[in-house]
Structures are given as C-alpha cells and as structure tokens.
C-alpha cells in the first residue's frame, strides 16, 4: 500500500516530489540522529501527520510507535532498515536490478488517493512486470491507508483473498 515498487520509470520531473517523499527516510536512517528522531513522539507525529489524511493517524502513531522506540535496539533497529534500503536496496531498483524478473504471484495494490508522494501515475506501471495485479483506490486515504480506512482496506482485501481467481488450482 503506497509505495514504489522495483521498477520504477525515473523521470526529472518526478525527482522532486521523489526526494520529498524519501527525505524523512534519510532522518530516520542517520546514525544516532535517526535513532532519537524516531523515539520522539513529537516528531513522529508531525512526520506522520505531513504525509497523513488526518484520521488522528498522526496522534495515533506518535502515541503507539514512538515510545516503543524509546528501546535504544528498536530504535537502532528501525534506523538500521532505513539505511539499508536506502544505501543498498534502492540504488539496486534504480540500476534496474530487477528489470528482467516477473511477480507471478498474484497482487491487490491498494492506494491511498490523498497520498502527497504517490500519485498513481508512478506504479500504473506495476502491470507491465506481473502475471496477476489488481489495482484500486481508496479515495480516503493517503500514505497510512490502513490506519486512515481500516473498514475500506478490510473490505478489499477480504474480497481479494476470496476471489476463486486467485485460488491456485489443487492438484
């Protein structure tokens, strides 16, 4: 949900909107400074509530996630997979890594229309390298649509995961 996927279509015109929605990334992935942002509830909420639709999402997140990482090894943790997808995983989508290879499982992407970062122009894409991709759109949500349209997010995957379609056939 709301995301990229590895293969993306780079293009200068999308670089900006790109960086702005990897900068709090790169805070969350510095060393010792990513560890004390991401146990601030202050700042995760204001985070949060920056690329939120609203729904309390944001107080919600500040509330419940930023205190568990008051851990200092969550809070490593978190850090450390921040930079490791952004020093090694996303400079691998960008080279095109993965260009060759196929999902031939089947996928439900669900988006959050009021996403700041992700328009849908920037995964329609997705179809071009899997088998099996059913795309839809939550009008009510943004980058956190599972917190932000619970009911909406339940709904479609219930009706997904019971689709006779994407049952594989016993045999």
Same mark, same amino acid.
């Given at each position: 949900?709301?995301?990229?996927?590895? &293969?993306?279509?780079?293009?200068?015109?999308?670089?900006?909107?790109?960086?702005?929605?990897?900068?709090?990334? *790169?805070?969350?992935?510095?060393?010792?400074?990513?560890? =004390? #942002?991401?146990? @601030?509830?202050?700042?995760? *909420?204001?985070? /949060?509530?920056?690329? @939120?639709?609203?729904?309390? #999402?944001?107080?919600?997140?500040?509330?419940?996630?930023?205190?568990?990482?008051? %851990?200092?090894?969550?809070?490593?943790?978190?850090?450390? /997979?921040?930079? @490791?997808?952004?020093?090694?995983?996303? !400079? =691998?989508? /960008?080279?095109?890594?993965?260009?060759?290879?196929? #999902?031939?499982?089947?996928?439900? &992407?669900? $988006? *959050?229309?009021? +996403?700041?970062?992700?328009? !849908?122009?920037?995964?329609?894409?997705?179809?071009?390298?899997?088998? %099996?991709? =059913?795309?839809?759109?939550?009008?009510?949500?943004?980058?956190?649509?599972?917190?932000?349209?619970?009911? +909406?997010?339940?709904? $479609?995957? =219930?009706?997904?995961?019971?689709?006779?379609?994407?049952?594989?056939?016993?045999?």
């Amino acid at each position: 949900m709301n995301t990229g996927h590895v &293969w993306p279509k780079l293009s200068l015109k999308g670089i900006p909107k790109q960086l702005g929605a990897m900068a709090y990334q *790169g805070l969350l992935a510095s060393p010792g400074l990513g560890r =004390r #942002v991401n146990a @601030s509830p202050r700042i995760v *909420g204001k985070v /949060v509530d920056t690329i @939120s639709a609203g729904h309390d #999402v944001a107080a919600e997140y500040a509330r419940e996630f930023a205190p568990r990482f008051a %851990d200092p090894v969550r809070a490593r943790a978190a850090s450390q /997979v921040y930079r @490791s997808f952004l020093l090694y995983e996303y !400079p =691998r989508w /960008v080279r095109g890594k993965y260009a060759g290879r196929r #999902v031939t499982t089947p996928i439900l &992407w669900l $988006h *959050g229309l009021k +996403d700041p970062f992700f328009e !849908p122009g920037m995964f329609k894409d997705i179809t071009e390298h899997a088998d %099996d991709v =059913r795309i839809e759109y939550l009008p009510e949500g943004a980058h956190f649509p599972a917190e932000e349209c619970p009911q +909406d997010v339940a709904d $479609h995957l =219930r009706a997904f995961f019971s689709s006779a379609a994407h049952i594989p056939p016993r045999g």
